[in-house]
């Protein structure tokens, strides 16, 4: 099955400043490289989201880029805010019958006003 | 659009003990997913169901953990007899079905087994 890596497993930015979250895959199947937010008591939320076809995408603050050759993927935080405190999961998806998704470990960002 | 609904938000049992969450799907989502989380690590795919039919449930420790979705809306997965290691959240997700590439999660349950 995939195996996905993802490094830090904590970034402490100050507010303003940029995050860097970085992620690889090991399956060349993999073709959707979705990255989720999860704030304290809740369940992951999508905040953006790329596809194999495309090198890299771009959300207000938010970006992500994907090197399919080298297998790895990034999440690039912009700006910083409080409020961007949390913990960020990568995953993968591989493109089979059943499309299952493989997570990364989770990165805990925390944002220094 | 209501999201993915979970239940109980808690739940607190003695090893040996059974357990059940429950998992209503966005409406129209055919394919739903379990999850487990265990602090500090990625949610682990536990069974896939595409309607009501199981899609993968290769990571499901069928000796003590079940599935099922008999209507192919609501969901409902058990643990019997439930270990310490059990404690985790477990997720709730769905998606529009097999190709679909987004899926969204419901507030999770947290088991605490002592």
């Known amino acids: 099955g995939e195996n996905v890596e993802q490094h830090p497993s904590t970034l402490s930015v100050q507010e303003g400043d940029s995050a860097v979250i970085k992620c690889t895959y090991s399956?060349?199947?993999?073709?959707?490289f979705p990255w989720y937010k999860q704030e304290l008591g809740k369940g992951p939320q999508l905040i953006i989201d790329?596809?194999?076809?495309?090198g890299e995408k771009k959300d207000q603050r938010i970006a992500v880029t994907l090197n399919k050759t080298a297998k790895h993927f990034s999440l690039h935080i912009t700006e910083t805010q409080p409020e961007d405190s949390a913990v960020y999961f990568c995953a993968a998806r591989i493109s089979n019958t059943g499309n299952q998704f493989y997570f990364g470990t989770g990165t805990s960002l925390t944002v220094i006003p | 659009e209501a999201g993915v609904a979970q239940s109980p938000r808690y739940k607190i049992i003695e090893k040996r003990q059974s357990v059940a969450f429950w998992c209503n799907p966005i409406?129209?989502?055919?394919?739903l997913y379990w999850y487990q989380q265990i602090l500090g690590q990625g949610p682990k795919l536990l069974i896939q169901f595409q309607n009501n039919g199981v899609v993968d449930d290769s990571q499901l420790p069928k000796d003590r953990f079940s599935a099922e979705r008999l209507k192919g809306v609501d969901s409902t997965l058990k643990i019997q007899p439930a270990k310490l290691e059990d404690s985790a959240v477990y997720l709730c997700a769905s998606s529009w079905g097999p190709l679909s590439y987004e899926q969204y999660f419901g507030p999770g349950t947290r088991l605490t087994v002592t």
């Open positions: 409406s129209g989502h055919a394919t």
């Open positions: 399956d060349s199947a993999s073709n959707y």
């Open positions: 790329i596809r194999s076809n495309v």
